[in-house]
């Protein structure tokens, strides 16, 4: 029993029920074993009567033991890493438990124990009686404690995803957005060809930010066509002089694969805010992705033409990274390389390679 209140992989079956009806059901359930051990070792020894009273009085004096480990002893002592003075105060508490017990049972019900057999029967029932009612309000303060601090990991490892799930669209700022509606409604006016192209763009992007990017896993082809869009609406917003070039392989191919959503959109993100590409003329992007039918390859390099990133853009590159990096260790577990560090003069390059079939 005890083994099952402290089990991890327990808790965390239990974790998908609302606790404190858990922790009630269990309170409930020990405080029915604790009547039936009264029961059961008592009612030999008493009447009727006296057996009924015996329940009643014995319950409500366990259930103020129970509470005063339950709710003081474990939480200001265990809790508090003070291990010996909790041990201390439980053996007390056993020790004036169990005597109590003892004489006023014997002076209220006028037990007579003729059989020194019988007398020793019964000390070992109050001693193992209240040894397992403290043992369980122990264990059940423990586990509540624990079950709570597996709660809290498993609420904040669900909001790390949702976090990293949102950095794609907290990118896309409206500024951005109001841009490159402005930019085709300009071109819309001269009589530009591409302006159909920029709309269809403009819509491959927001359905990737509303839907595609919800899923848990998209097809790496999904993935480039949203790069794509987004970098062709930044060719759009710069009047189409940027160094920005986007290389892939077989698109058929990638039909095949599957990759969690906002992976590779996460690092060309970063790059475009990295690099300044559009405000810094020689600032360029490269992008290449490519397989060999069992690794799949996906490469950035930009170059910066300032002299150095400033702390927003570097924040961002750290953001980007590690939200990919947790990424692959989900989905590709001791099955990726990731590399990004700066080669040359503000030459930044970011490889990553997962291994699809090992």
């Not at 033991?65 to 201390?88: D, E």
């Not at 019988?118 to 043992?135: E, G, K, Q, S, W």
């Not at 405000?279 to 069992?294: A, R």
Request: charged share 20%; hydrophobic share 45%; glycine share 2%.
């Amino acid at each position: 029993m005890i083994w099952i209140l402290l089990n991890s992989k327990v808790l965390r079956s239990l974790m998908k029920f609302p606790w404190k009806i858990i922790v009630k059901f269990l309170h409930f359930f020990f405080f029915s074993f604790f009547i039936f051990m009264i029961f059961f070792t008592e009612k030999d020894i008493l009447s009727t009567t006296e057996l009924i009273w015996s329940i009643i009085l014995n319950s409500t004096f366990t259930i103020g033991i129970y509470y005063l480990v339950y709710y003081y002893l474990v939480p200001n002592f265990y809790l508090s890493q003070k291990y010996l003075v909790f041990i201390l105060y439980s053996f007390i508490c056993f020790l004036l438990s169990s005597f109590f017990r003892i004489l006023w049972e014997q002076d209220l019900f006028a037990l007579d124990f003729n059989q020194e057999a019988v007398y020793i029967n019964f000390l070992y029932d109050v001693y193992i009686y209240h040894a397992a009612v403290i043992l369980v309000a122990s264990c059940l303060g423990i586990t509540k404690d624990k079950f709570l601090m597996e709660k809290k990991i498993t609420n904040s490892e669900k909001q790390k995803e949702t976090d990293y799930s949102i950095v794609p669209k907290s990118k896309f700022n409206p500024h951005f957005l109001f841009s490159i509606l402005n930019s085709i409604h300009t071109a819309s006016f001269s009589g530009s060809t591409k302006t159909s192209d920029s709309i269809l763009q403009l819509s491959r992007l927001l359905h990737y930010l509303l839907y595609d990017s919800e899923k848990e896993k998209i097809t790496v082809s999904q993935e480039l066509s949203s790069i794509e869009a987004l970098a062709s609406l930044y060719q759009l917003r710069y009047n189409h002089s940027l160094n920005l070039a986007v290389d892939v392989g077989n698109k058929d191919v990638f039909d095949r694969i599957e990759i969690p959503s906002s992976l590779f959109l996460n690092l060309f993100q970063s790059a475009l805010q990295c690099s300044q590409i559009g405000e810094n003329p020689d600032s360029f992007i490269k992008l290449t992705c490519k397989t060999d039918d069992i690794n799949l390859f996906y490469e950035i390099v930009n170059f910066n033409g300032n002299n150095s990133m400033n702390f927003n853009e570097a924040e961002s590159g750290l953001q980007s990274n590690t939200a990919v990096i947790h990424i692959l260790e989900k989905y590709f577990p001791e099955k990726f390389d990731f590399f990004s560090e700066q080669e040359g003069n503000n030459h930044y390059k970011t490889i990553v390679k997962i291994n699809l079939y090992s």
